[in-house]
């Protein structure tokens, strides 16, 4: 039985660490966190948009609903396709319909296309072509759709300030399409996220962080990331003055996002030094495959030091499968490799390391996986400074369980903020992030969760995640116990 309404408000990328710093001028955030207290809300691992709102939306770990990434951690696989059918049915808003409760869902993440609910229900493509779509239709008919889905722009310096104002128009439009869906469906439950908050601060996170190595200095951008975070205040504000007193409130981030980091690990330089990684040409010094890696080395790093990063990266759009050249598939053979880095997507430091026990001839995959964790965690930066640089290092069953499972690597592990995995060979084990110029913005696990009463905070634990905010929700909804 319905007990009260909920309005839920997802915010893509809100970062608990910077929410605190800003929320004094955030009226409306500010009186969220002081009805939510003390909690500490953290994302899946690893930490991305795809898993961690698919973890939200269905209860599932993502071992559990295997919808990792558009590119599959193992082997390095396109996943255009979403397996919705893991989604549909299972997701907090279809149990609410099911249980005969009105809810209007607006623009979840990856839910595309829409499928029918019992009020409305419309998303837009992300990863894939497409136009943004809503059910029923003779409901979307009544005024015009805003964008929605994900965002595949990469701007560069000169058209950062045309992406923020293209980000915050789109903010706006959504805004105000939820407040007429609000007013028009009446739903029981409202799910509305906003995905342009975490796409921004992708790019234009080192304009407004002094502490960046690659922060300009004052710029037009200097304020950017905290007027999005004034602008989501005013929208929790007219979307909650809209929802009216009586209704719940709930806040969530999939994932909190902050400065990325500036130092890149080379994880299968690394193996490849312990002889777990081999190349092809073997013991050739000067196989041409392993002068081409150097030169690719090469090209990155005196690109990253002459500030031509942007150039790089409109030559880089003409080379056939770049992908597989920055993960050095061109050079590793992977029979002879007992061990290489997966492929987790971008320089992040969230890790995981792949095992091919054949071609360890020293023991059986059981001590191939101790001899990975210990090598991991007894890295440490070299050049004096005495810490390790892996955070933890574990077996992937030891961080989930569930059908999906084998998609993780072997081993998973997590690095210090300040570092990223990174896939060169013949190069140094420890290089700066070439790339932090054009990406200076990365996700982190902490993320945001506020509630808008007592009853609701009093529900929550220390420690939340995705999967245990799926079950407050529907015990909000009175759909299951607390
Ligand atoms: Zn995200």
């Known amino acids: 039985m319905l007990k009260r309404k909920l309005l839920i408000i997802g915010i893509d990328?809100?970062?608990?660490?910077?929410?605190?710093?800003?929320?004094?001028?955030?009226?409306?955030?500010?009186?969220?966190?002081?009805?939510?207290?003390?909690?500490?809300?953290?994302?899946?691992?690893?930490?991305?948009?795809?898993?961690?709102?698919?973890?939200?939306?269905?209860?599932?770990?993502?071992?559990?609903?295997?919808?990792?990434?558009?590119?599959?951690?193992?082997?390095?696989?396109?996943?255009?396709?979403?397996?919705?059918?893991?989604?549909?049915?299972?997701?907090?808003?279809?149990?609410?319909?099911?249980?005969?409760?009105?809810?209007?869902?607006?623009?979840?993440?990856?839910?595309?296309?829409?499928?029918?609910?019992?009020?409305?229900?419309?998303?837009?493509?992300?990863?894939?072509?497409?136009?943004?779509?809503?059910?029923?239709?003779?409901?979307?008919?009544?005024?015009?759709?805003?964008?929605?889905?994900?965002?595949?722009?990469?701007?560069?310096?000169?058209?950062?300030?045309?992406?923020?104002?293209?980000?915050?128009?789109?903010?706006?439009?959504?805004?105000?399409?939820?407040?007429?869906?609000?007013?028009?469906?009446?739903?029981?439950?409202?799910?509305?996220?906003?995905?342009?908050?975490?796409?921004?601060?992708?790019?234009?996170?080192?304009?407004?962080?002094?502490?960046?190595?690659?922060?300009?200095?004052?710029?037009?951008?200097?304020?950017?990331?905290?007027?999005?975070y004034l602008l989501l205040d005013e929208i929790v504000g007219s979307l909650r003055a809209k929802a009216g007193k009586d209704v719940n409130v709930l806040v969530m981030s999939d994932h909190g996002h902050g400065r990325r980091c500036t130092s890149l690990i080379n994880v299968n330089e690394i193996l490849r030094r312990q002889n777990l990684l081999v190349c092809q040409g073997g013991a050739q010094v000067f196989s041409s495959r392993r002068l081409f890696e150097k030169a690719k080395n090469l090209v990155l790093v005196y690109a990253h030091r002459w500030h031509l990063e942007r150039l790089l990266q409109k030559v880089a759009k003409r080379i056939p499968n770049k992908k597989a050249l920055k993960r050095g598939d061109h050079i590793i053979d992977k029979e002879k490799s007992a061990a290489y880095l997966s492929d987790f997507d971008g320089a992040n430091p969230f890790g995981g390391i792949c095992l091919n026990a054949s071609a360890y001839g020293a023991g059986d995959y059981e001590s191939l996986r101790t001899k990975i964790i210990e090598l991991l965690v007894n890295l440490h930066q070299p050049a004096g400074i005495k810490y390790a640089v892996v955070k933890w290092a574990k077996r992937r069953e030891e961080v989930y369980a569930g059908p999906y499972l084998s998609k993780y690597p072997d081993v998973v592990f997590e690095l210090e903020a300040e570092y990223g995995v990174n896939w060169s060979l013949f190069a140094e084990a420890v290089v700066p992030n070439p790339r932090h110029r054009t990406l200076s913005g990365g996700h982190l696990k902490p993320g945001v969760l506020l509630v808008s009463s007592s009853e609701m905070s009093r529900d929550l634990d220390r420690l939340e995640n995705p999967m245990t905010l799926h079950r407050h929700v529907l015990s909000w909804m009175g759909l299951r116990d607390a």
């Open 13 to 228: 990328g809100m970062d608990p660490v910077l929410l605190a710093r800003f929320q004094d001028r955030l009226p409306n955030l500010k009186a969220l966190v002081q009805a939510t207290g003390q909690v500490h809300y953290e994302s899946v691992f690893p930490p991305d948009s795809v898993p961690a709102w698919m973890s939200f939306f269905t209860g599932k770990n993502p071992a559990e609903h295997g919808i990792l990434e558009y590119n599959d951690y193992v082997a390095s696989q396109k996943h255009a396709e979403v397996p919705l059918d893991r989604v549909q049915g299972s997701s907090f808003w279809d149990l609410a319909g099911g249980a005969g409760l009105r809810v209007a869902v607006l623009n979840p993440f990856l839910a595309y296309p829409p499928w029918p609910v019992t009020g409305f229900m419309a998303s837009g493509p992300a990863f894939v072509t497409g136009e943004v779509q809503g059910f029923p239709e003779e409901y979307r008919r009544r005024h015009q759709l805003p964008f929605m889905g994900g965002y595949a722009d990469f701007p560069g310096e000169q058209e950062l300030a045309g992406f923020l104002d293209q980000a915050e128009r789109d903010t706006r439009e959504l805004a105000a399409y939820a407040n007429q869906v609000w007013e028009d469906i009446q739903p029981d439950l409202a799910f509305v996220s906003f995905l342009t908050l975490d796409r921004i601060k992708h790019f234009i996170w080192r304009y407004c962080d002094p502490q960046d190595p690659t922060y300009p200095g004052p710029t037009a951008f200097s304020d950017a990331v905290f007027k999005f």
